[in-house]
């Protein structure tokens, strides 16, 4: 490798004398006159190339002559010595202040290189890396950043200045071959912080929520996005991630699947499986501060410093469950020092959490604020919210929000409700034959939000019924065993199908008020599968290490 390069080098050295020798006889030839040149972006010019071609020779001689290289400049742009080379020899052009040497250094070189790139260079590369670089051709543009590079570098400057990310132990992350890049997911930005500076291109599963509307869709397919239909087991993302792999690319899991509530650690087994299915490095990720910086119940971030650090595990060496149960054993312990604090933190839709007064026991008469107090309106307790996913009791104690989640599912799986009514808005399809499952369908349309109308639904023991409340006679009765999937999405969206015996499907889309969203979660799950972390009928979803 380093004589290749020395080689190129030195073809690069006499291909520029040639060019600069050529704008001076185009310079005698045409008349062109000199014209006034600003030495400092000359000199700017020729240092950036010349560091653009240092890194990029570099990358190269990391990787060797059997590894492709990605990381680095490769990150950005496929060919960034033909790049570097380019600026600098700008540079020199401006230096001489000589238009021809403009002329030969700009459209000609570029010319020049862009025919050797893709007649020369590519089939080559092509040939001797076959669908390894396929994929990375499809990943990286050649001579302009891709949307995903664009995207990141935007949104780390953004969020190094606004909220004080800091980035450690960057340098473990490898710049080539395929790994899995896994954390737990705390918050909706997650799966951008922690690729921000990671030097490649990040593939994730992600919800078929996100690709319901066509130009979302396209810019997350762009950013690398698997959709993962998440209300009933879906193996074609599991086998997408699998080939991406198999082509040298990098997969980004959370194996919750979901953004946390109360921090558990909640995953399906058949995660670990997949983990286990490729003998490939785990890079796993601590996102530090990043529940208090932007919790899934609210809408709002937080002005906070978040802090990123990567563990670099080779191919084999580590069981994932247990890199799960070690991330989550650290966020705990750092949760107990935090909590000790007693900083407050915004509470507001915190009802969602605290659905049942820990005092009086009083079910949904909660309600947080933004100065970090939730207060009871039965009783008139007032509680406060601590970051390190605590609840501060009245008496001046302390009850951390994993405690607060087993508290609720003991009452919301022992409640026996006499026909409960929620108001809130109502859409209900139902069909003889077909998927009326919307998370299965192809996309939640406008025309299907159009047709949400104001309704309710009334819970029984073992049975529920939903109906429109605006002179609608039609009403929708399931019993809590015929239903397939349950899920809350975006905090507050309410989505649930099931299948009668004899043969109907429906699916309802349901918005309550705030305060009863997530009780709804638990006690469907709980009433339909027995398990409040199942989103689907099957499921064998647990907290890996509950508290």
Not at 467 to 488: A, C, F, H, I, P
Request: charged fraction near 20%; glycine fraction near 8%; proline fraction near 6%.
């Amino acid at each position: 490798m380093t004589k290749k390069l020395f080689t190129w080098s030195l073809f690069r050295l006499l291909l520029a004398a040639a060019l600069l020798a050529a704008g001076r006889g185009l310079d005698l030839l045409a008349g062109f006159r000199t014209f006034t040149t600003v030495p400092g972006l000359a000199i700017v010019a020729i240092l950036l190339g010349a560091l653009l071609c240092a890194r990029a020779a570099r990358e190269l001689h990391d990787a060797g002559p059997n590894r492709l290289a990605e990381g680095g400049p490769y990150h950005f742009v496929r060919h960034p010595l033909s790049l570097g080379f380019q600026l600098a020899l700008l540079g020199v052009a401006l230096l001489l202040a000589s238009p021809g040497c403009l002329l030969a250094a700009g459209p000609l070189l570029f010319a020049l290189w862009l025919g050797q790139a893709l007649l020369v260079e590519e089939p080559a590369l092509a040939r001797r890396f076959g669908v390894v670089y396929a994929r990375y051709r499809l990943e990286t543009g050649f001579a302009f950043p891709s949307l995903y590079v664009w995207s990141m570098r935007v949104l780390h400057l953004v969020y190094r200045i606004g909220y004080g990310v800091r980035i450690h132990s960057l340098e473990r992350v490898p710049h080539s071959g395929p790994f899995f890049l896994i954390g737990l997911h705390r918050t909706y930005m997650d799966p951008y912080i922690i690729a921000f500076r990671v030097p490649r291109k990040v593939h994730y599963m992600a919800t078929s929520v996100l690709f319901r509307h066509r130009l979302i869709a396209l810019y997350f397919r762009k950013m690398g996005c698997i959709p993962l239909i998440r209300s009933r087991p879906d193996l074609r993302p599991i086998m997408e991630a699998l080939k991406t792999l198999d082509v040298g690319g990098v997969v980004g899991m959370y194996p919750e699947g979901a953004r946390s509530w109360y921090g558990e650690t909640a995953c399906e087994p058949a995660v670990f499986k997949l983990l286990q299915k490729r003998k490939v490095p785990i890079v796993t990720v601590e996102l530090i501060g990043a529940f208090e910086y932007y919790p899934r119940f609210t809408r709002r971030q937080r002005r906070r410093p978040v802090c990123l650090k990567y563990r670099l595990y080779p191919a084999g060496t580590q069981d994932p469950l247990g890199l799960m149960e070690a991330l989550a054993n650290r966020e705990h312990r750092r949760d107990a020092l935090l909590r000790a604090q007693a900083r407050p933190q915004p509470a507001r839709a915190a009802e969602q959490l605290v659905y049942i007064c820990p005092r009086c026991s009083t079910p949904f008469r909660c309600r947080g604020y933004k100065d970090g107090s939730i207060r009871c309106r039965a009783c008139g307790a007032r509680f406060t919210l601590l970051e390190g996913k605590g609840l501060l009791l009245p008496g001046g104690g302390s009850l951390s929000l994993p405690e607060l989640e087993r508290r609720n599912l003991s009452w919301a799986g022992g409640y026996e409700p006499g026909g409960q009514l929620i108001t809130g808005a109502l859409l209900c399809r139902c069909s003889v034959t077909g998927k009326t499952d919307l998370q299965t369908c192809r996309r939640l349309r406008r025309a299907d939000m159009r047709c949400v109308r104001p309704g309710a639904l009334s819970l029984f023991p073992d049975h529920l019924i939903a109906g429109y409340s605006d002179g609608n006679k039609d009403r929708w009765t399931v019993r809590y065993e015929e239903m397939q999937s349950v899920l809350v999405e975006s905090n507050w969206k309410l989505e649930f199908s099931f299948r009668k015996k004899e043969g109907q499907r429906g699916y309802l889309f349901f918005l309550p008020p705030l305060r009863y969203a997530l009780f709804l979660q638990h006690f469907l799950r709980l009433k339909a599968f027995g398990n409040p972390y199942a989103r689907y009928r099957g499921s064998r979803r647990f907290d890996i290490l509950p508290s």
